[in-house]
Nanobody, 120 residues
């Protein structure tokens, strides 16, 4: 069992930066790939970025590549999403996820989400 708690969301102007954190509890955290997803009302939840348990491989959606960076600290059971050059279209609820594979639409565990709002 893995419990996930996101933090770091908020309101930022376009062009600004935010760093999301996801604290995990559960002794098997390091065995999971971790992902960040986002969702806006009326749309499906989409994968934004993911990282393998060893941090040896990462995945980024095309819309965020070059602007977002995912990283993890297995010693601290935490995964991060550094978001730079934010755009209004990045506005969404961001969810942390623990998943068995790098790329998936059905993670094993979800966090509760944190709101990110980018003003123009």
């Amino acid at each position: 069992q893995v419990q996930l708690v996101e933090s770091g969301g908020g309101l930022v102007q376009a062009g600004g930066s935010l760093r999301l954190s996801c604290a995990a509890s559960g002794r098997t955290f390091s065995s999971y790939a971790m992902g960040w997803f986002r969702q806006v009302p009326g749309k499906e939840r989409e994968s934004v970025a993911a990282i393998t348990w060893s941090a040896g491989s990462t995945y980024y959606a095309g819309s965020v590549k070059g602007r977002f960076t995912i990283s993890r600290d297995n010693a601290k059971n935490t995964v991060f999403l550094q978001m730079n050059n934010l755009k209004p279209e990045d506005t969404a609820v961001y969810y942390c996820a623990a998943q068995s594979v790098l790329i998936t639409t059905t993670p094993d565990y979800w966090g509760q989400g944190t709101q990110v709002t980018v003003s123009s």
